[in-house]
């Protein structure tokens, strides 16, 4: 464990909710039953605050992606959908552990907000740019939406590009049972951070999209390490994440 984790963890043991060890006590164990987890590129990771974006690929993925972001030192701040927030005792969890509600249906300005409290406070935010599962047959990132380069240029923080790969060999897209035996391999990638300064000067909506098929294909380009060379062909529903 190298120095910086360690102080990062000792950072969050002083800052964060005692609810937070509740929800990692829980998870971890459970993921380590589930899959070998491998992280690599975590040197590449920024000291200060930061957006998270990764592929979204099953319903599992905020599980071992939670995982992935306590094995760092940080404490998880997952935009999730709003309709969670209304399940009895999952919904406070849920709030009290700084989880960031989206509301699909609205402009979003509560979940940004949320989102800016935890950049400002040095921490890390995730987002899935795709906005839900894959729809591509073979799991590639789809065309992503603006809202992390959004936020990373108000905030004026990097965005950090990783892609993970395995969960859908426990739980498929759209699948409902578990696929335990044998146990699996689950692994995520963290690529080069997109400094804050590539997202200052974003003048117009063209910008901000040219910005984030790149955020895109940043993902895309770290899957690529993991599975190997995305193919040529690409749908509509892929197109801006190559």
């Known amino acids: 464990m190298s120095a910086?984790?360690?102080?990062?963890?000792?950072?969050?043991?002083?800052?964060?909710p005692?609810?937070?060890?509740?929800?990692?006590?829980?998870?971890?164990?459970?993921?380590?039953?589930?899959?070998?987890?491998?992280?690599?590129?975590?040197?590449?990771?920024?000291?200060?605050?930061y957006i998270l974006v990764s592929n979204h690929i099953t319903k599992l993925d905020p599980i071992f992606l939670i995982r992935f972001v306590w094995a760092t030192g940080r404490m998880p701040h997952f935009m999730a959908k709003a309709s969670l927030f209304t399940i009895p005792v999952v919904g406070w969890v849920l709030r009290t552990s700084g989880q960031i509600p989206v509301d699909r249906g609205g402009?979003?300005?509560?979940?940004?907000?949320?989102?800016?409290?935890?950049?400002?406070?040095?921490?890390?935010?995730?987002?899935?740019?795709?906005?839900?599962?894959?729809?591509d047959d073979e799991l590639w990132p789809m065309k992503g939406k603006s809202g992390a380069v959004r936020l990373a240029a108000e905030a004026g923080v990097p965005i950090v590009p990783i892609a993970h790969w395995g969960a859908q060999e426990i739980l498929p897209r759209?699948?409902?049972?578990?696929?335990?035996?044998?146990?699996?391999h689950f692994?995520?990638?963290?690529?080069?951070?997109?400094?804050?300064?590539?997202?200052?000067?974003?003048?117009?909506?063209?910008?901000?999209?040219?910005a984030?098929?790149?955020?895109?294909?940043?993902?895309?380009?770290?899957?690529?390490t993991l599975r190997g060379p995305k193919p040529e062909t690409s749908t509509d529903a892929t197109q801006g994440a190559q």
């Open 4 to 16: 910086r984790t360690r102080e990062l963890r000792r950072s969050r043991r002083r800052e964060y």
């Open 18 to 49: 005692f609810i937070a060890y509740v929800v990692a006590l829980l998870i971890v164990p459970l993921t380590k039953i589930l899959a070998r987890c491998e992280f690599r590129g975590l040197d590449r990771l920024p000291k200060g605050p």
């Open 107 to 135: 402009r979003g300005g509560a979940a940004v907000g949320d989102a800016r409290h935890w950049l400002d406070e040095g921490q890390c935010v995730q987002i899935y740019p795709e906005g839900t599962l894959t729809r």
């Open 174 to 184: 759209y699948g409902k049972g578990l696929s335990i035996f044998p146990r699996r």
């Open 187 to 210: 692994t995520v990638q963290v690529g080069e951070p997109i400094a804050a300064e590539r997202f200052t000067g974003l003048h117009d909506a063209a910008d901000i999209q040219t």
């Open 212 to 224: 984030t098929n790149e955020v895109m294909s940043a993902i895309t380009t770290q899957l690529e």
